[in-house]
């Protein structure tokens, strides 16, 4: 047997000895682990089923959902957690979710980043034992070839220690209060893992941590509101886990729909507003190009900072409402110029005669090639996508990468700066082609069920704007639904009124629709999903690719007319559309 001893950075420092789980694709804990048993429930990940439980975690870092912090917090409370994290990125999602844990409930894990080449040279299922930045390993292997170093320059760059105002270091002796205090402690710890050197005013929030995950996110805000918190900038609420208003009325269980109703009061009590949607870039409060901002809910950050051209980091829950508290932010990754320039460029093939399906498929494949690289996307430059083409591929890019943003050239406002510095750097080597045959997998992999009969409807991830509510009301016009089928749309209390105002609310409701606010299909389980129901149908490649793990149900990817047609006719033919029919094999439509 090998012996071998590898040295990282630890970005939270402690022991564990253990059993090492490897796997070299990034996770989402969000939607990926079960927080109530630790088992890997994503079933496009090559650990689904593994159970992380007192397992040395090793994977390059986290992806997808900001409320992977609030996932990791509640599998801490619960001892159901990793014995440690090994990262070859300085991750910050998961690793935040252990400071909260640390200061708030004075329980830990160690997180330790190694570089690519030693992160290569581990073998799964080997005894492992960690003590601080020293890691010893049973076995080992020989490293294989690396694409890149970033890890080991990450590891390597020169640390320089944060920088505090005046005014931050009177919040961090407590001088405002211990709300505050305490919120400055994980924002600054936060911050020099991060590598800021200072930090910076914000104008406004958009807090995830309203997310029911278990008890560790209620008492985590409550402890807070005890202590005197109130927000400094103007602070909306994401998506609540239950319909505030309707939860008893939809059949939730109080055990679920009291604490989770809960929690979003007592972010009100704090001074946010009660705006209950994913998408808060479809309210007035919008951020403007350049305005520096701090969003969580990982599809909300990628249109901001791609599309509005707002500037906010992906921020995790819980270090959301701390920067609320305190009106200060990490000034570093996407807030500053060099945060925001591509890493990758990309090359698309647009297809002929596509449908909005297209828009979401693309997002979601383009998430996964750059999953730790920020790309600029050209061939579309003649798309002219709308802004709900552009949602969807927001929405469906955030589920597979862990970067904050991207470029599309001739389309999103910062691209031209974007293929400036590409041309600057000479680094358009760093090149990927994706024709449209490319996405074919994508488009299987999103599409888990085999089965003609379609059950259930589910749209609005992310949640439906007027605009698609006029979409769909003309799809549906003198039209009926079938008995055997519903159909639900999620959307937030400002568009569904407007949304009532322009009458589109009852003419859908006449087709059939149902409509749920305050809360999305991320959160929705049974009974709002019947039992009964196996199949279900989504024009959202982010429901499509969360599904099967959360609410345990085969789904159907495919456009906003399929799914209407299918709504109607309680089946759908599963087969690949006529855009994506190169080297398909099967038959299209």
């Known amino acids: ?7 990282g950075h630890s970005l939270i420092e402690g022991t564990a000895h253990g059993t090492l789980l490897l796997s070299d694709v990034e ?18 990940h090559p650990l689904a089923g593994q159970n992380l439980a007192g397992k040395l975690l090793a994977i390059p870092g986290g992806r997808g959902s900001c409320t992977g912090s609030g996932v990791l917090l509640e599998l801490i409370q619960n001892n159901l957690a990793p014995a440690a994290l090994l990262f070859t990125e300085a991750e910050e999602i998961l690793t935040l979710g252990v400071v909260v844990a640390d200061v708030m409930f004075e329980r830990s894990i160690p997180v ?11 073998v799964d ?12 390993l049973s076995n080992t292997r020989k490293p294989a070839a690396c694409k890149k170093n970033a890890g080991e320059d990450a590891i390597t760059k020169n640390r320089v220690a944060l920088s505090l105002t005046d005014s931050d270091q009177a919040m961090l002796n407590g001088e405002h209060g211990k709300a505050t205090q305490v919120a400055m402690q994980i924002l600054t710890r936060m911050a020099t893992i991060q590598g800021a050197t200072e930090l910076l005013d914000i104008t406004q929030a958009h807090i995830d941590s309203c997310v029911y995950n278990g008890p560790s996110g209620l008492q985590f805000a409550s402890r807070l509101l ?17 319909d505030q208003r309707r939860w008893q009325q939809h059949g939730i269980d109080p055990a679920l729909g009291e604490p989770a109703s809960k929690l979003g009061d007592v972010f009100m009590q704090m001074g946010a507003q009660m705006s209950f949607t994913c998408a808060p870039y479809l309210l007035d409060t919008a951020p403007a190009k350049g305005e520096q901002i701090v969003w969580a809910e990982s599809n909300a950050v990628a249109f901001a900072n791609s599309v509005l051209g707002a500037r906010t980091q ?52 383009i998430g996964v090639l750059a999953v730790n690289d920020l790309p600029i996307i050209y061939g579309l430059e003649h798309a002219a996508p709308d802004n709900d083409d552009l949602k969807a591929f927001s929405a469906a890019f955030a589920t597979t990468s862990s970067t904050a943003m991207f470029h599309i050239a001739g389309i999103t406002p910062e691209a031209d700066t974007a293929h400036n510095y590409l041309l600057q750097q000479q680094a358009l080597n760093n090149t990927v082609a994706v024709s449209t045959a490319d996405l074919v997998s994508s488009w299987h992999e999103l599409n888990s069920a085999t089965e003609s009969t379609v059950d259930a409807v589910c749209l609005g991830n992310p949640h439906f704007s007027l605009s698609e509510c006029e979409s769909l009301a003309s799809l549906c016009a003198g039209r009926k639904k079938a008995e055997s089928v519903r159909i639900i749309v999620t959307l937030g209390r400002k568009i569904h009124a407007a949304a009532e105002s322009a009458g589109y609310v009852q003419s859908l409701e006449d087709f059939g629709v149902e409509f749920i606010t305050d ?20 024009n959202s490649a982010k429901y499509a690719h969360y599904a099967p793990g959360l609410v345990k149900r085969n789904i159907y990817f495919d456009s906003l007319t399929h799914c209407v047609d299918a709504a109607c006719s309680g089946s759908h033919c599963g087969n690949l559309p006529s855009w994506l029919d190169h080297q398909s094999g099967k038959a299209v439509r």
Not at 329 to 340: K, T, V
Not at 527 to 535: A, D, F, R
């Open 1 to 7: 047997m090998t012996t071998t001893t590898l040295t």
């Open 27 to 44: 996770l989402s804990f969000w939607g990926g682990v079960d927080p109530a048993s630790g088992e890997v429930i994503d079933q496009h």
């Open 112 to 122: 330790l980043q190694i570089s690519e080449t030693d992160f290569s040279r581990l």
């Open 125 to 136: 299922g080997s005894d492992v034992t960690l003590d601080n930045n020293t890691l010893t």
């Open 226 to 242: 005890e202590w005197g918190a109130a927000v400094r900038v103007p602070t909306t609420l994401n998506s609540l886990s239950v």
């Open 314 to 365: 992906k921020y995790a829950d819980f270090l959301d409402i701390c920067i609320a508290l305190t009106g200060r932010a990490p000034l570093c990754g996407s807030h500053l110029d060099e945060g925001r320039m591509p890493t990758l460029s990309i090359v698309v093939e647009p297809p002929q005669d596509t449908n909005d399906a297209y828009w979401p498929l693309l997002g979601y494949h």
């Open 519 to 538: 809360t999305c299909w991320c959160m929705l389980v049974e009974p709002v999903i019947p039992t009964s129901s196996t199949v279900l149908m989504t």
